[in-house]
């Protein structure tokens, strides 16, 4: 393996991971320089597993015969040890959980490719809370929708927060970003999806009476925290559903609902 030991908080080599509590900092940096952070020795391997490849590691040396087995598999990326007080100096905050990794960002999938053959897709708008986005991540890949599109303005899925809040999914389930919002909508219409819009409206069917129709390719759109769905994606839609609810609440956080609806709505064949 290619070791280095840290004895400067000021080091270059190890850059990718300064400041990494400035969310506003690292959003801008991390797509641009074609890299994310993975954080945690499960999330990192889960990343590995995925094909993705590092740019090096970050760890305190206790960490070092943890995972051996993957400095083997990398002898070519360079591996920076340094004590826990360094390592929090770097990155701003303790580290706890084993390694870190500064991992090389995979090449978007095409839209036509991610959805072929899919049958179940998410679309989250505007969800800007990266909790929100990794555990919506973590509930599509356990209850099997095939792919995530996200808007524009939407968080970074490979944000260090969403990969953390999803124990790693967000390398599972395939995703991408989409340019033009909402129009963009309609090229899942082209490819045979029904659009729904979970969102409170008038004429909102309950999400049973969605599921009882059996749609072959669904796409369930999924609004920002608070706002809810713009006017302009509501008019771009087949129809908005809803989760019925007792005892005069009206809605759940958006990572709560989706769970339920991407189980609701589930393939029954």
């Known amino acids: 393996?290619?070791?280095?030991?840290?004895?400067?908080?000021?080091?270059?080599?190890?850059?990718?991971?300064?400041?990494?509590?400035?969310?506003?900092?690292r959003k801008l940096r991390e797509p641009a320089e074609g890299m994310y952070i993975a954080e945690s020795s499960r999330v990192l391997r889960r990343a590995l597993a995925a094909g993705h490849r590092p740019r090096s590691f970050f760890l305190a040396e206790k960490w070092l015969e943890d995972l051996a087995d993957v400095f083997e598999q990398f002898p070519e990326v360079p591996a920076y040890i340094g004590s826990a007080a360094l390592l929090e100096d770097?990155?701003?905050?303790?580290?706890h959980r084993g390694a870190m990794a500064a991992m090389q960002r995979p090449e978007p999938v095409p839209l036509p490719e991610l959805l072929a053959g899919a049958r179940r897709v998410a679309v989250l708008e505007d969800i800007v809370d990266h909790t929100n986005v990794g555990a919506i991540f973590r509930s599509a890949a356990a209850l099997g929708v095939d792919a995530v599109l996200v808007s524009p303005r939407c968080g970074d899925p490979l944000y260090r927060r969403s990969v953390r809040v999803s124990m790693g999914t967000v390398f599972q389930v395939p995703w991408a970003r989409l340019e033009d919002w909402p129009a963009a909508l309609q090229l899942l219409r082209g490819h045979g999806f029904t659009v729904a819009a979970m969102e409170l409206t008038?004429?909102?069917v309950d999400l049973d009476?969605?599921?009882?129709?059996?749609?072959?390719k669904l796409a369930l759109v999924l609004g920002t925290e608070g706002a809810g769905m713009s006017a302009a994606t509501l008019a771009a839609v087949d129809l908005a559903v809803k989760i019925p609810m007792r005892a005069g609440v009206d809605s759940l956080n958006v990572a709560a609902a989706s769970a339920v609806a991407f189980w609701e709505l589930r393939p029954r064949d």
């Not at 009476?209 to 072959?216: C, F, Q, S, T, Y």
């Open 202 to 204: 008038d004429d909102a």
């Open 1 to 25: 393996m290619t070791l280095h030991r840290l004895d400067s908080a000021d080091d270059p080599r190890v850059s990718d991971y300064t400041r990494l509590t400035d969310v506003h900092l």
């Open 90 to 95: 770097i990155t701003g905050f303790h580290l």
């Open 209 to 216: 009476e969605l599921a009882a129709r059996r749609p072959e």
